[in-house]
């Protein structure tokens, strides 16, 4: 007997993926739940071998829930998606050593 309900899920599975990609095709980015990082967007593989648009960086969103993630028009604040794109702002990393004091600014003795 041959299982019927299979193509029925694979379309309905193309339908989800088609709507959500759809979703971002402004250029929109990608916010996950009601976190405030926002991604930039990839198209990543879901089930079926559908194509999803999910955040760039890759972190996990829980359950495969196509719902989670939604299109935000805000500015990428992700700093993982940032140094993908190269548009990362300067560190904010603070130093664990002042730099060494130049020799020749400190009298012009060498050691």
């Known amino acids: 007997m041959e299982d019927v309900s299979t193509?029925?899920?694979?379309?309905?599975?193309a339908t989800i993926a088609a709507a959500a990609r759809a979703a971002y095709a402004d250029g929109s980015?990608?916010?996950v739940r009601s976190s405030?990082?926002?991604?930039?967007?990839?198209?990543t593989r879901w089930f079926a071998d559908e194509r999803m648009p999910g955040p760039a960086c890759m972190v996990g969103v829980s359950g495969w829930d196509p719902a989670a993630a939604?299109?935000?028009?805000?500015?990428?604040?992700?700093r993982r998606c940032l140094?993908?794109?190269h548009t990362d702002p300067a560190s904010?990393?603070?130093?664990?050593?002042?730099p060494e004091p130049d020799q020749?600014?400190?009298g012009g003795m060498a050691p």
Do not use: Y
């Open 70 to 78: 939604h299109p935000d028009r805000g500015a990428v604040t992700c």
């Open 7 to 13: 193509p029925g899920l694979h379309e309905a599975l």
């Open 104 to 106: 020749a600014s400190a």
């Open 83 to 85: 140094k993908l794109t």
């Open 29 to 31: 980015n990608l916010r």
């Open 92 to 98: 904010q990393q603070l130093e664990l050593f002042a």
């Open 36 to 43: 405030g990082i926002v991604h930039a967007v990839a198209m």
